[in-house]
C-alpha cells in the first residue's frame, strides 16, 4: 500500500518540501533530537485541545479512545447516525488520509475542523489584514477534500477554534481579494500535488536554508549537505525558490563567486525568473565575500544619533499563553561599555496584571531615560508595543507609541542599518549569527528565542529561581548583543 498523503504532511510541506522527503525516506538515525521548545508546542497543543473538548457545552461523540481502522469505521458509523459534533475523528479517501479534530454536521454534510493553541489567522498589526495561514489551510484542505470525495461534504470550507476563542472559517472557493482571484483551494492542490511527486519519488527535493530550520530534526544532517554543496541558499536574502531558478547555471557560491553578472544580464531584466539585475549584482557580491571569507562593510555611510545615554532594547514573548514576560534593557553612558548596566521588568505570572506591570515599567523606565538613543533588533518590538498598547491603553497614547518608534533617536538596527547600508560574510544576518561573527558569545550553551519561551513555562511551572535567572541571563546577553553590534558597524569600512 502507498504512503497515504497527510494532513501534517501538507502542513511540513509548505514550510519546507525537503522535510517531508527526509522524514519518508531518509536513515532516521541521523534526526536530531526533538527540541524542548517544539515538545514545548507539542504539549501545549495537546493540553488546550482537552481542555476545549473539556469546556464544551455542545453534544459530541468522542472517538478518541479508538486508532487506525476502527476510528475510520466508527468515524463513518458516527457520520451514517448524523451525530451534530464528532471529536477525534479518523477519515480516508484514495491516497488522502486525515484526523479532523472535529467535523462538525451542517445542511446534511459535514465541515472539518481542527483546535489549534495559536490565532486562527496572521497579521493583523502594522495595518496588514489578517490572512488565512497556509499551514493550516492545507491540513483542512486535506480533510475537505476527503469528505467531498466520501460524498459527505457540507461546502467547501472549514473552520479553525483558536487560542483566543474564536472559530475562524477557511472559505476554500473565495478569491483572496479583488485584485488576486487565488483561492485557498488552489494553494491545496498545488501542495497536494507536489507531495504526491515527492511520495512517488518523480520530484526530487532539496535542503535549503531559512530561519524555520534550526528548529527542525533534519537540522544538523541537512546543514551538512548544504555546507559540502556550497548552496545558494547559505547566502542571505537568497532562498530556495530563486536557488531553484539558477542552480542550472549557477550550482554553488564560488560559482557566483567567479561570474560576472552582466553576462546573464538582457536589458532591464536577467536570465532568471524573478531576480533582477540589482538583486543578481547583490548576490554575487555577497557570494564574493562568503566566498573569500573577506570583511563586512558598509555600502554606504551611515550616521546614529549623538547621545550620552544608550539603551540596548529586547523583549521576551510567549506565543503560546499570549503574553510578553519580560522587558530587557542595557543602558550605556558616554560610549563607555563599563558603565552598563541591565534593567529587566518581568512578568512573574502569566496574566494580564503581571504583563501590564511590566509594560508599565519598562515604558515608565524609557520615558524617565529621555533624552536617549534607543536601538533594538527588527519590528518585533515595536509591533508588540502597539499590541501592548491595545491591551492596556492606560499607560500610554497611541501618540506616545508612535513618537517614540519613528523618533530619530529610536534605531531598528536591523531594518535600519544591516538591511540597507552592511554586508556580512555570514549565512544570515540574525542577532545571533552577527554578534557571534564580532566575537559575543551567550553565557548559556543553548541559547533562542525559542528556549526562553520553555524556560518561562518552567519558571510558571516550578518556580525554580534558577531558570528564572537563565530567562534573564539571556536577555540580558541579547542587549547586550546589540550593543556589540552597533559599536561593530561604527567600526565597519566603507
Not at 329 to 349: K, N, P, Y
Not at 419 to 443: C, I, M, N, Q, V
Not at 454 to 461: A, G, K, L, S, Y
Amino acid at each position: 500500500m502507498s504512503t497515504p498523503i497527510t494532513a501534517a504532511m501538507l502542513y511540513d510541506l509548505v514550510q519546507c518540501p525537503h522535510r517531508v522527503t527526509m522524514d519518508l525516506f531518509a536513515d532516521q538515525a541521523f534526526k536530531d533530537n526533538v527540541s524542548p521548545f517544539v515538545q514545548l508546542l507539542w504539549e501545549k497543543g495537546s493540553l488546550y485541545e482537552k481542555e476545549v473538548i473539556s469546556t464544551l457545552s455542545l453534544p459530541f461523540i468522542d472517538l478518541s479512545r479508538y486508532a487506525g481502522d476502527e476510528k475510520e469505521q466508527q468515524t463513518l458509523a458516527a457520520m451514517d447516525r448524523a451525530e451534530p459534533l464528532i471529536y477525534s475523528a479518523r477519515i480516508r479517501a484514495g491516497d488522502l488520509l486525515g484526523d479532523p479534530d472535529l467535523l462538525r454536521l451542517e445542511n446534511g454534510g459535514y465541515v472539518a475542523g481542527d483546535i489549534k493553541s495559536g490565532a486562527g489567522e496572521e497579521g493583523g498589526s502594522d495595518d496588514e489584514e489578517r490572512k488565512p495561514k497556509i499551514h493550516y489551510a492545507v491540513q483542512l484542505g486535506v480533510y475537505t477534500d476527503i469528505l467531498q470525495q466520501l460524498g459527505r461534504s457540507a461546502g467547501p470550507r472549514a473552520f479553525v477554534w483558536d487560542i483566543h476563542g474564536e472559530e475562524v472559517t477557511y472559505k476554500f472557493d473565495e478569491p483572496y481579494g479583488v485584485r488576486n482571484p487565488h483561492t485557498l483551494w488552489q494553494d491545496y492542490q498545488k501542495a497536494l500535488a507536489e507531495a504526491r511527486k515527492i511520495v512517488d519519488k518523480s520530484q526530487l527535493s532539496s535542503p535549503a536554508y531559512s530561519g524555520i530550520c534550526k528548529n527542525c530534526v533534519w537540522y544538523t544532517a541537512c546543514m551538512k549537505q548544504l555546507s559540502d554543496c556550497d548552496d545558494l541558499t547559505l547566502i542571505p536574502g537568497l532562498g530556495r525558490s530563486k536557488r531553484d531558478v539558477m542552480i542550472n547555471q549557477i550550482p554553488a557560491i564560488a560559482d557566483l563567486a567567479a561570474v560576472n553578472p552582466a553576462e546573464f544580464i538582457k536589458g532591464k531584466k536577467t536570465v532568471f525568473s524573478g531576480i533582477g539585475p540589482d538583486t543578481l549584482k547583490k548576490f554575487a557580491a555577497r557570494a564574493q565575500l562568503i566566498a573569500t571569507k573577506g570583511t563586512a562593510y558598509l555600502r554606504a555611510p551611515v550616521m546614529f544619533p549623538i547621545s550620552a545615554k544608550e539603551l540596548f532594547f529586547d523583549i521576551e514573548v510567549d506565543p503560546m499563553r499570549d503574553v510578553c514576560y519580560l522587558h530587557g534593557f542595557i543602558e550605556r553612558t558616554h560610549r563607555d561599555s563599563g558603565t552598563e548596566q541591565f534593567v529587566g521588568f518581568f512578568a512573574d505570572d502569566p496574566t494580564s496584571e503581571a504583563e501590564e506591570k511590566a509594560f508599565r515599567a519598562a515604558w515608565n523606565y524609557m520615558t524617565a531615560a529621555q533624552p536617549t538613543a534607543i536601538y533594538y533588533y527588527s519590528k518585533y518590538e515595536r509591533t508588540l508595543y502597539r499590541k501592548l498598547h491595545k491591551k492596556y491603553p492606560d499607560v500610554c497614547s497611541d501618540e506616545d507609541i508612535e513618537a517614540l518608534f519613528s523618533s530619530p533617536r529610536t534605531i531598528d538596527l536591523y531594518f535600519d542599518i544591516v538591511l540597507k547600508a552592511t554586508e556580512w560574510p555570514t549565512r544570515d544576518y540574525s542577532l545571533k549569527t552577527l554578534a557571534k561573527h564580532l566575537g559575543f558569545a551567550w553565557r548559556d550553551t543553548h541559547p533562542s528565542g525559542a528556549a526562553s519561551i520553555e524556560w518561562f513555562d518552567r519558571w510558571v511551572t516550578t518556580r525554580d529561581a534558577e531558570v528564572r535567572q537563565r530567562i534573564l541571563d539571556y536577555n540580558e546577553d541579547d542587549c547586550r548583543a546589540t550593543r556589540v553590534l552597533l559599536d561593530g558597524i561604527r567600526d565597519l569600512p566603507h
